[in-house]
């Protein structure tokens, strides 16, 4: 009896690893490569008239856990999450910066996968841009404080390929990261302007133990830098304590970064978290971050990040 007890004891357990496997194959079996907006369209055709929701996930590659967090969420609320993988040329003001990008597809396809996403669009520049766009987005002054400044040009790229994702695939909710919290502002504006029927859903910053917020540039520096550019996030959480004015908050952002060699500020600004128009006192506005862009090691590379004061 006791025998037989161990042998189906085993048996189960046998079932139990192959029933997980085959969940897991299905699931790579399920996502769908494709490179041409016309496979995408007649895919998303179907899902549409079976009735189910679809989630879009637009990313320019080189993912990582900040990207997948997106995903999962998108697999969660959606029947159908498409990720876009798309390097956009025209959102890169310097050419130098668009060549040093990491690209990893591969990989990506791998950890999308992971995460439950049911199709992945890898289109080549020349699907996306067969002639130049020139239509030309403005949204002041979300597109112009900040990285709008720093970047001529940035912003508009961004809208041009995310109003083509969001005509190809007319998702029902898109995300995007509150790491590149300007981004999401200048896209808020976007869709209200173009009439886009779609729910933009904000994701939290995903972070390293470290508290650097998580960046496909980040596999650009080296293991010291990375401990390096863990002060920017150390310090935003310091000047949150301060209890000080908005100006002397800015000037001990700015001064104490500055400080740490090998780092740079190249600009700190706080501002109000939805217009992102300058703000005074913490009494101008409901919600204020402070945004921050610095520079890091010798190449050096740019990092982004920001903090919620209210
Ligand atoms: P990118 O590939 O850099 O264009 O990013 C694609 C999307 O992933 C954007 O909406 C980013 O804001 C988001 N994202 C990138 N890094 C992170 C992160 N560390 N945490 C949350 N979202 C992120």
């Known amino acids: 009896m006791c025998v037989l007890c161990i042998y189906f004891a085993k048996m189960f357990h046998c079932l139990q690893k192959i029933v997980l496997l085959c969940m897991v194959f299905q699931v790579r079996l399920l996502m769908i490569i494709v490179h041409k907006i016309s496979e995408l369209q007649q ?8 009735g189910e929701s679809i989630g879009l996930v637009p990313t320019m590659g080189a993912l990582h856990e900040g990207h997948a967090s997106l995903v999962r969420r998108s697999v969660s609320e959606n029947d159908f999450t498409v990720v876009s993988i798309f390097l956009n040329p025209t959102q890169f003001n310097d050419k130098d910066d668009l060549e040093k990008y990491p690209r990893t ?25 067969p002639e130049p766009d020139t239509r030309q987005f403005s949204y002041p002054p979300t597109d112009t404080v900040m990285e709008g400044a720093f970047r001529p040009g940035h912003f508009n790229g961004v809208c041009q390929i995310v109003s083509k994702l969001f005509a190809y695939v007319e998702p029902d909710r ?9 981004q999401i502002a200048v896209i808020r504006r976007m869709v209200d302007d173009l009439d886009f029927h779609l729910q933009i859903v904000p994701c939290p910053v995903v972070r390293e133990d470290s508290g650097l917020a998580m960046s496909s540039r980040n596999t650009l520096l080296t293991e010291d830098e990375r401990r ?17 004015s908005i100006a002397d908050t800015h000037d001990y952002v700015v001064s104490t970064i500055d400080a740490i060699p ?10 109000d978290g ?5 703000v005074e006192s913490w009494n101008d506005a409901e919600s204020i ?13 740019r990092l982004i990040d920001h903090i919620r004061y209210k």
């Open 289 to 301: 971050v402070g945004c921050i862009t610095v520079f890091c090691g010798h190449v050096p590379i």
């Open 262 to 271: 090998g780092l740079k500020v190249q600009y700190y600004s706080i501002v």
């Open 274 to 278: 939805d217009t992102l128009a300058d």
């Open 43 to 50: 895919i998303l055709q179907d899902v549409r008239q079976k």
């Open 174 to 182: 898109a995300y995007f990261g509150e790491k590149d919290y300007q």
């Open 228 to 244: 390096l550019a863990a002060n920017i996030y150390r310090v935003l959480k310091r000047s949150k304590s301060l209890n000080a």
């Open 105 to 129: 597809l591969d990989s990506d396809c791998n950890l999308l996968e992971e995460c439950g996403a049911q199709l992945a669009f890898a289109p080549n520049v020349d699907e996306i841009y």
